[in-house]
């Protein structure tokens, strides 16, 4: 398959539910089964979320690229030099509204990897993985560059993160908590909870929670934002929830 072909989303704007049939493909979460859109979305963006959180969004980005730059130049020749090809990893997530973006990354993986498989559907993701690699996806700096998906729009700080675009599971269980119209983060809720150890479900449960309070807006929704942010640097450097190959497991909770 290739990218081009995923430039809109069937289901942007809708509301979905997860249908499962074992003739079909499978996607990114391990399943077999399409989406079926279930009605229009209905989410009210507050001030805080349409401005406020923008634009603290763009100040942050614009000041930490600059800040980090000379981070990102050692870094970029670390990951040329450990294993020849692109310095960045691009690939297709859900965004905003269901809308497709492109997201990203750090190259951890080699060059010769299988490109639009998730990490925990690998047989092997361990082999995969650069020296380098696993530097930046223990200390998650392979996340950087998406400062400059947060400075685009594509993107927020603090959010749910932003699904592949196969994640049909995943997206439908996260329209079951209206958590699919706020902008995605670079951080969330549900990362700080458990990132690749928790359930599909538990994700989309927490990221839920999350959209909840910033609907609220004003202070509630900035303070809650904070949290997540303090939480955030404080998970980083004891790397909880790191596991490689992991997405959570597919358990009853699932549907």
């Not at 859109?37 to 603290?56: A, D, F, Q, W």
């Not at 990893?89 to 973006?101: A, D």
């Not at 995605?184 to 909840?212: E, F, M, S, V």
């Amino acid at each position: 398959m290739t990218a081009d072909r995923y430039k809109r989303n069937p289901v942007e704007g809708k509301m979905v539910r997860f249908v499962e049939n074992e003739l079909e493909e499978m996607n990114g979460d391990g399943v077999r089964g399409h989406l079926e859109i279930t009605g229009e979305s209905l989410y009210h963006v507050s001030i805080y979320e349409k401005y406020i959180k923008r634009c603290l969004d763009i100040c942050f980005s614009l000041s930490s690229l600059l800040l980090l730059a000379p981070l990102f130049l050692v870094l970029s020749l670390a990951v040329c030099l450990d294993d020849p090809g692109p310095v960045f990893f691009i690939l297709f997530r859900t965004g905003l509204y269901k809308k497709y973006f492109k997201l990203h990354k750090f190259r951890t993986m080699k060059a010769g990897a299988p490109h639009e498989t998730p990490t925990h559907m690998l047989r092997d993701p361990e082999a995969y993985i650069t020296r380098v690699g696993r530097f930046l996806r223990r200390t998650s700096m392979d996340e950087l560059p998406q400062l400059l998906d947060i400075l685009s729009g594509h993107m927020s700080l603090i959010g749910p993160r932003p699904a592949l675009w196969n994640q049909d599971v995943l997206t439908a269980e996260r329209d079951r908590y209206g958590a699919n119209d706020v902008r995605p983060g670079l951080t969330g809720w549900a990362q700080i909870h458990g990132r690749d150890t928790i359930t599909l479900a538990k994700k989309a449960c927490l990221d839920g929670a999350y959209a909840a309070v910033l609907g609220c807006g004003g202070w509630t929704a900035f303070a809650f934002d904070c949290k997540c942010f303090l939480r955030t640097v404080r998970c980083i450097f004891k790397a909880d929830g790191l596991l490689e190959g992991g997405t959570g497991s597919l358990s009853e909770e699932r549907l």
